[in-house]
């Protein structure tokens, strides 16, 4: 139990184009989704907080206008990178918390490799 | 605010040996703990949780206990293998406030 998928697991685009990443919740209901960013060798880094049926939460640094977040049910979310450079080449994941359970424990999906050319 | 810190690596250790990777950690209030592992090219996989002092967290040989004395969550195994590596965080979650907080992770290669 538990499953989040990602789609797709990597994706090389142009520069300037605009790259949508899917986050789905296989075997169960999430309210919120996470999504983070992690870089070679690095830790997590929290970019957004996604809520089904409402806005984002960003965290500081993060451009909302670059970075659209859209849960738009309760077991799918998606990440669209906009006019992408080659800065943003990274490894995305998401993760997931069940609804209705009192428990803090988040499920990742696999991730998604960018490389923007 | 809150903060993990880690044992920095990387680690290497034979097959066999046993394992300790540090953690301790700053919070207010009584946070949830845990390990995440990471197998290359792949996303974080959950492996051991602890929610309350005193608790231990296990899942396939490794184990953390909750030491609020010392702010301590040390990841353990007695007996390492070659399957075993990958980058270890750790992390911690405050009820109610959803975000976790991770550690910088620590890569373990296990040579045979």
């Known amino acids: 139990g538990a499953v989040v998928s990602q789609h797709p697991s990597r994706v090389i685009c142009k520069s300037g184009t605009s790259v949508k990443i899917e986050c789905r919740s296989l075997?169960?209901?999430?309210?919120?989704m996470f999504w983070y960013r992690q870089f070679p060798k690095q830790s997590l880094m929290l970019m957004a907080t996604?809520?089904?049926?409402?806005?984002?939460?960003?965290e500081q640094g993060v451009e909302k206008d670059k970075f659209l977040i859209n849960h738009a049910s309760l077991t799918l979310s998606t990440l669209t990178v906009t006019s992408a450079h080659p800065e943003d080449s990274s490894f995305y994941i998401c993760s997931a918390r069940e609804i209705g359970t009192y428990t803090d424990t988040q499920y990742f999906g696999p991730g998604t490799r960018l490389t923007v050319l | 605010g809150d903060s993990v810190t880690q044992m920095e690596g990387p680690v290497t250790l034979s097959e066999e040996a046993f394992l300790t990777i540090n953690c301790t950690y700053t919070a207010t209030g009584y946070p949830s703990l845990f390990w995440y592992v990471q197998y290359p090219g792949e996303g974080l996989q959950l492996l051991l949780k602890a929610t309350k002092a005193d608790d231990k967290g296990s899942n396939k040989g490794f184990e953390a206990t909750y030491r609020k004395e010392t702010t301590s969550f040390h990841l353990e195994k007695g007996s390492v293998q070659v399957s075993d590596s990958a980058v270890y965080f750790c992390a911690l979650s405050n009820f109610g406030n959803e975000k976790l907080t991770f550690g910088t992770g620590t890569r373990l290669t296990i040579i045979p």
């Open positions: 996604s809520n089904e049926g409402s806005k984002a939460t960003y």
């Open positions: 075997d169960f209901q999430a309210t919120t």
